[in-house]
């Protein structure tokens, strides 16, 4: 079946840094391939997806090639903000087979620092 | 925009009530979704519906029901609330099909759940 990893964290960076979280996925074929943000307080909202191979996902500022030789999705942003502190996971939708399960990672945590 | 309303922010309930977690969403999905998240564990899919009076077990559905007499309304039932209960539950809605499942879910702020 689908599964993502993505590191826990939590990640710490001071304001302007350069953001990487890691992602890596195991599925059938060629699923597109999403990252979700949760706010503090809030549910989880789509942040960006790419559907196909060498794609690149983007919105506000973040960033994700869709890798299929190396099975990645890594989230990156050249300059973070306090504003951005928040919960990031990777996620598959489900698979062919029907069962509407999107797979998700952990959650990796970042809080961005002044 | 999608909107996905959970009746209430906080709960706190006593070990044994009956506890009643409501979402409504507003885009006339199909599919509807209860979750829980807890610490070093992510989100677990406790059940899902993909139609009216449809329901399906998801990962972790011991201890929970759930009831869709409407599209719009997914309901999650703790028949018999105990404290490993206590956590952040979240709904969400989709659109139906294979190519829903290339669709975003659109989650609801979440429910924290306390039981004592």
């Known amino acids: 079946g689908n599964s993502v990893t993505q590191m826990e964290g939590p990640v710490t960076l001071s304001e302007e840094a350069f953001l990487t979280i890691n992602c890596t996925y195991t599925?059938?074929?060629?699923?597109?391939l999403f990252w979700y943000v949760q706010y503090p307080g809030e549910g989880l909202q789509l942040l960006l997806k790419?559907?196909?191979?060498?794609d690149k996902g983007s919105n506000k500022g973040f960033e994700a090639t869709y890798r299929k030789e190396t099975t990645s999705f890594h989230l990156e942003k050249g300059s973070v903000q306090v504003s951005d502190s928040a919960v990031y996971f990777c996620a598959l939708p489900p698979d062919s087979g029907g069962y509407q399960k999107v797979t998700f990672g952990i959650g990796t945590k970042l809080q961005v620092i002044p | 925009d999608v909107k996905v309303t959970q009746s209430s922010r906080y709960l706190v309930k006593r070990t044994g009530e009956k506890v009643f977690l409501e979402c409504v969403q507003d885009m006339d999905h199909e599919n509807m979704f209860w979750y829980r998240q807890d610490p070093g564990l992510g989100l677990r899919l406790i059940y899902f519906s993909y139609d009216v009076k449809m329901k399906e077990k998801g990962d972790i559905p011991e201890g929970y029901s759930v009831s869709r007499e409407k599209k719009e309304r997914f309901s999650l039932i703790l028949e018999s609330a105990s404290t490993n209960q206590t956590s952040m539950y979240l709904c969400?809605?989709?659109?139906?099909?294979?190519?829903?499942?290339?669709?975003?879910?659109?989650f609801g702020n979440g429910t924290r759940l306390t039981v004592t």
């Open positions: 599925a059938t074929g060629y699923p597109s």
């Open positions: 969400a809605s989709s659109l139906l099909g294979w190519e829903g499942g290339n669709s975003p879910l659109h």
């Open positions: 790419a559907t196909k191979a060498d």
